[in-house]
């Protein structure tokens, strides 16, 4: 089936840095997602992709959708404590029966102050 | 408020026995998506319903089962519970495919 390489697992970073994660497909995604979950909570959507080539911003978020349709990027400018959290990327193709996400393993992301 | 709504939070219970969750969609949502989320294997789809359809199926075991009701709430009901099926069990809605789902705050299992 279907699988997503999210990278990295995890980062420990400064307060007021730049993070960036991505994630790759072994096949094309009509839409990329990208969620964050904080401890206890369901994902909730962050940014949504598309269409291949697409840049978008929410806030300090980017978000890529690639060329290839295989690879989404998400950075983060200037991180705050708030932005602790695990990231997931996630695919969708629709058409037929199909419809349903496929999610990446996840971002975990540690802010020191 | 993410407007999905999940019962219970947290649910313990016994090996063998049977339990049933609960999702009430956003208004509006004619789709209810379920997932399991344990730690080794992420976010897992187990099983799609649309206006009372079910429209696709991923990982899911034989012993579960859901349904969507004409008020559009699903139930993932989970039957002969083994220690592995301890996780998090998601609920999550969206007004039709190609959108962005919307996520409830989860049902913990923990099968004991």
Redesign the interface.
């Known amino acids: 089936g279907q699988q997503l390489n999210q990278s990295p697992q995890s980062m420990f970073i400064q307060e007021g840095e730049d993070v960036s994660m991505n994630c790759t497909s072994s096949s094309i995604f009509n839409t990329w997602l990208w969620y964050k979950q904080d401890p206890g909570e369901g994902p909730v959507l962050l940014i949504a992709l598309y269409k291949a080539g697409e840049l978008t911003s929410n806030g300090r978020l980017t978000a890529q959708f690639g060329i290839t349709r295989k690879d989404s990027f998400l950075n983060i400018s200037a991180s705050i404590p708030s932005d602790v959290g695990i990231y997931f990327c996630a695919g969708m193709n629709y058409g037929g029966s199909q419809g349903n996400l496929i999610f990446g393993k996840g971002t975990k992301l540690s802010v020191k102050p | 408020d ?1 407007g ?1 709504t999940q019962t219970p939070k947290h649910l313990i219970t016994a090996t063998g026995q049977r339990v049933t969750l609960r999702c009430s969609p956003r208004s509006g949502d004619l ?1 209810v ?1 379920w ?1 399991q989320q344990s730690l080794d294997q ?4 187990l099983i ?1 319903y649309y206006n009372g359809e079910e ?2 199926k ?1 990982n899911i075991l034989e012993r579960f089962s859901a349904q969507q009701f004409p008020d559009l709430h699903s139930e993932l009901n989970l039957s002969s519970l083994e220690l592995g099926d301890s996780a998090l069990y ?1 609920c ?1 809605s969206s007004v039709e ?10 049902t913990r299992l923990t099968v004991v």
Do not use: E, I
């Open positions: 993410s999905v789709s998506y997932y992420g976010l897992q789809f799609q429209r696709a991923g998601f999550a495919r190609g959108f962005g789902y919307t996520f409830g705050s989860g």
